[in-house]
């Protein structure tokens, strides 16, 4: 269980970098990141991470709302 | 090492049973959330991305699309026989 | 292999959900499905059981078609 | 627990290879058929949900869809050197 | 680390399928592929290859820049 | 079997700690570069495919393409608190 949360937490820093890497980066004229690209993906980072949050949250009075037995 | 049908790995067959039903539930619940947190940040996350703070329409979206999924989620589950929303 | 049939199950369950919900569901103004979307889902749910089969159908006789030795 | 070489788990070196490959095939065909099902599910199905049943145009889609989802399979495995369609 | 290796590959050739499947498979109106398609299948694929070839080598490159004890 | 703490599969639970962690590393870089060639390849080459070569413009591509996703990776991993980019 402690083992999935590991990996859980790996692929959600995978699926995040994924996305604002997709929704940020549209030019590949340069190999380095400029200022706007850079400062689109920390926003976008933040963001995933504050909404993961949230989500968690939401989800966990949710799954408290109809307890199960385990 | 004492009597009883053990599974390849030592252990008692019924134990590993239970183990492998609680691992497929927890895989299952960790791939419904991360489905879900997805889903719900491309529906309610604006792609401009001018602040790294959440909007007050992006947090009352995340709340509704949260509840909403796990009512899609409760619907499904009925349909293929299950009872409680959001289990196996 | 039990164990991969159960766990794919569950997988097509949270896939099923997953299109079904991007597909039916658009507005966030309401907390509660309205009568409209929850039959979207319904229908949606149903054809996707009866797609899912249909293709396991097929799947299965084009295996034969060139059979394998385990 | 008699001779011969063992890994962690206890096995038998030479079933255990046998076993993962088994297990690595079987995995191999559940993501092949997930995919597929995904695939001609977003090609073949109206997303208009005016009823709960497939229709003719829908069910005859999906035969195609699956047969030539096949064709490719068997065309990318000739390529990567593999003889039998759809396996490894 | 051999077997996720090979569970790797087979992973690839799955998400190539399904991409240039996606790509190049637009009608259903008959259950062969016709020679357009083909084509289009076998020129994606072996794009679909050298890519992912030339991805991981630069990827190795990055790797090596900032070396990881292991 | 002298000796030791021991998990269920009969390792010490140290070893075992880390070629847990070992292979938690390992499935995410592979992960990481599945994501990378998928998301690089929508970005990169044309969908007509009128020749099976990557053109100068698909290489030079590619090349930008995974530095740069390199560069994300290194910036969300130091807001998470990681020193190495592309590490844990």
Redesign the interface.
Same mark, same amino acid.
């Given at each position: 269980i402690d083992r999935l949360q590991v990996s859980d937490s790996l692929k959600m820093y995978n699926s995040l970098v994924e996305r604002c890497f997709s929704h940020c980066i549209e030019n590949f004229r340069r190999k380095t990141l400029d200022k706007q690209e850079e400062t689109c993906v920390k926003r976008c980072a933040e963001k995933y991470l504050k909404h993961s949050m949230r989500v968690s949250m939401r989800f966990a009075e949710l799954n408290q709302g109809s307890p199960t037995p385990d | 090492m004492s009597g009883g049908l053990r599974t390849?790995? =030592? &252990?008692p067959v019924e134990k590993e049973q239970i183990f492998?039903m609680?691992?497929? !539930? $927890? !895989?299952?619940r960790?791939? &419904?959330? #991360? +489905? &879900?947190?997805?889903? *719900?940040?491309e +529906? *309610?996350?604006e792609?401009k991305?001018? !602040? /790294?703070?959440?909007n007050v329409g !992006? #947090? /009352?979206?995340?709340?509704? *699309? @949260?509840? +909403?999924?796990?009512? @899609?989620?409760g619907?499904? =589950?009925t349909? &293929?026989g299950s009872s +409680?929303? =959001? =289990? $196996?």
């Open positions: - | 390849a790995d =030592g &252990l492998r609680a691992q497929q !539930e $927890m !895989e299952y960790v791939d &419904l959330f #991360n +489905k &879900l947190t997805q889903t *719900c940040f +529906k *309610c996350i792609r991305y001018k !602040e /790294s703070e959440l !992006e #947090n /009352s979206c995340i709340d509704r *699309c @949260v509840a +909403k999924y796990w009512q @899609v989620t619907i499904v =589950g349909m &293929l +409680k929303p =959001g =289990g $196996m």
